[in-house]
């Protein structure tokens, strides 16, 4: 029950955004992932933050997505959160 409430209101915040970022795949969970990994490698570090997002992705991808498991949107989430996780250790 809790999850179907999560997904229309998933389903309706994604209507909002315009036609072509969501027609540009790449670009919207690049984007997302860079976003989303943000937090969680600022107050875990670039090696927890990385697991803790993926496991945070993946259970999104699973259970909440309205669309089903879709393995390109979450490698292309990946890759933004690495890009991230990558740029953090660099800079640091």
């Known amino acids: 029950m ?3 409430v999560i997904k229309n209101v998933v ?5 909002l955004e315009p036609a072509w970022f969501r027609a540009n795949s790449w670009i919207n969970e690049s984007v997302g992932g860079i976003l989303e990994s943000l937090p969680f490698i600022y107050f875990l570090g ?3 933050g990385l697991l803790g997002f993926t496991a945070f992705s993946l259970s999104y991808e699973l259970w909440f997505d309205p669309w089903g498991w879709s393995e390109d949107d979450f490698g292309q989430r990946q890759a933004g959160a690495l890009l991230v996780a990558y740029l953090w250790v660099l800079l640091r």
């Open 2 to 4: 809790i999850i179907q």
């Open 46 to 48: 670039p090696v927890w």
């Open 11 to 15: 389903a309706k915040l994604e209507a």
